[in-house]
């Protein structure tokens, strides 16, 4: 493989796109990051991190964070 063809996810825009979208519906939902202290999987550290694009993230774990913030999964994942 080509290493022009390596991608650098943790700076790619899809990222930063999915980050403000997650923000924006925590907000709007009035859920805090500490909400997630309880959450079996998901650490306050790991919402910050794919937040800010600093992270990736499974799919388990969005199903996860869509449950706690009371929306399905498509509706967390489209942001185009």
Known sequence: MST???I???????????????KKIRKEKNIKQDD???????SRSTIA???TAKTDITL???KIIA????VNL???VDFD
């Open 67 to 70: 449950d706690v913030l009371g």
């Open 4 to 6: 022009s063809l390596i």
């Open 49 to 51: 991190m794919v937040e």
């Open 60 to 62: 388990s774990k969005l």
């Open 74 to 76: 498509k509706e967390l």
């Open 36 to 42: 997630f202290l309880d959450v079996d999987g998901i």
């Open 8 to 22: 650098n996810y943790t700076d790619n825009e899809y990222l930063k796109k999915f980050a403000r979208h997650l």
